[in-house]
């Protein structure tokens, strides 16, 4: 399973693996990410932590998880329990291949 994302028009647009819209990305006003599902609900929020990290919250300020940059290049995703859950390959075109851990 896994997916990927793609920068269009200033925010980043995320499909899952059969290339459906599942949501996307749009920067916000104070730095970091506000974050909307397919219909354009606004899910949650993400923030750059005090490591270089990103933090990632729900709608109810609940920290949903963080990514961090891979030894070896590209994005590691850990849940809220800090498991890692999945990586993300920097693509072509401005494009990000996700590929669930489990």
């Given at each position: 399973?896994?997916?990927?994302?793609?920068?269009?028009?200033?925010r980043?647009?995320h499909?899952?693996?059969?290339?459906n819209?599942?949501?996307?990305?749009?920067p916000?006003?104070w730095?970091?990410?506000?974050n909307?599902d397919?219909?354009?609900?606004?899910?949650?929020?993400?923030h750059?932590?005090?490591?270089?990290?990103m933090e990632?919250?729900d709608?109810n300020?609940?920290?949903?998880g963080?990514?961090?940059?891979?030894?070896?290049?590209?994005l590691?995703?850990?849940d809220e329990?800090g498991?890692?859950v999945?990586?993300?390959?920097?693509?072509?075109?401005?494009?990000?291949?996700h590929?669930?851990?489990?």
């Amino acid at each position: 399973m896994g997916g990927y994302s793609r920068e269009e028009w200033g925010r980043l647009v995320h499909y899952d693996e059969n290339g459906n819209k599942i949501g996307e990305s749009r920067p916000s006003f104070w730095g970091g990410y506000d974050n909307y599902d397919a219909s354009g609900n606004k899910i949650g929020e993400t923030h750059h932590g005090f490591f270089g990290q990103m933090e990632h919250y729900d709608n109810n300020g609940n920290k949903t998880g963080e990514t961090y940059h891979g030894i070896f290049g590209g994005l590691d995703h850990y849940d809220e329990h800090g498991q890692k859950v999945a990586h993300s390959r920097e693509g072509i075109f401005e494009t990000w291949k996700h590929t669930d851990e489990k």
